[in-house]
C-alpha cells in the first residue's frame, strides 16, 4: 500500500504562482495530478512517468511544469499565471503495479 501526502496548496492571487508537492512512501511509475472544482467531475492536469515523460491538461500546458524527483518518490507541479478558474481540490495520483492511488487533495484558491 502506497501512501500520498500533498503539500503547497493555499489562497493565491490572479497572475501569481504556486507549487505543489506530492511524497509518496513508495516507488510509483506514473504520479500526477488531479483536480475537482466544487459541481465538476475530476479532470487530469498533468502526469508524469518515472522516466520523465509527461502529459499535461490543455488548459495548463503553457502556464505549467511537472516533474519529479524518483530518488525521493516525489513529484511537483509548478503552477504559473493562476486564473480563478483553476481554484479547486488538487489530488496527488500515482499508478503502480495497476494500482490507482490518490492522496487527501489540497486546496487551491485563487482569488484577489
Known amino acids: 500500500q502506497v501512501q500520498l501526502v500533498e503539500s503547497g496548496g493555499g489562497l493565491v492571487q490572479p497572475g501569481g504562482s504556486l507549487r505543489l508537492s506530492c511524497a509518496a512512501s513508495g516507488s510509483i511509475f506514473i504520479m500526477g495530478w488531479y483536480r475537482q472544482a466544487p459541481g465538476k467531475q475530476r479532470e487530469l492536469v498533468a502526469t508524469?512517468?518515472?522516466?520523465?515523460?509527461?502529459n499535461y491538461r490543455d488548459s495548463v500546458k503553457s502556464r505549467s511544469t511537472i516533474s519529479r524527483d524518483n530518488a525521493k518518490n516525489t513529484v511537483y507541479l509548478q503552477m504559473n499565471s493562476l486564473k480563478p478558474e483553476d481554484t479547486a481540490v488538487y489530488y496527488c495520483y500515482g499508478v503502480s503495479d495497476r494500482r490507482d492511488y490518490w492522496g487527501q487533495g489540497t486546496q487551491v484558491t485563487v482569488s484577489s
Open positions: 508524469i512517468t518515472s522516466r520523465g515523460s509527461t
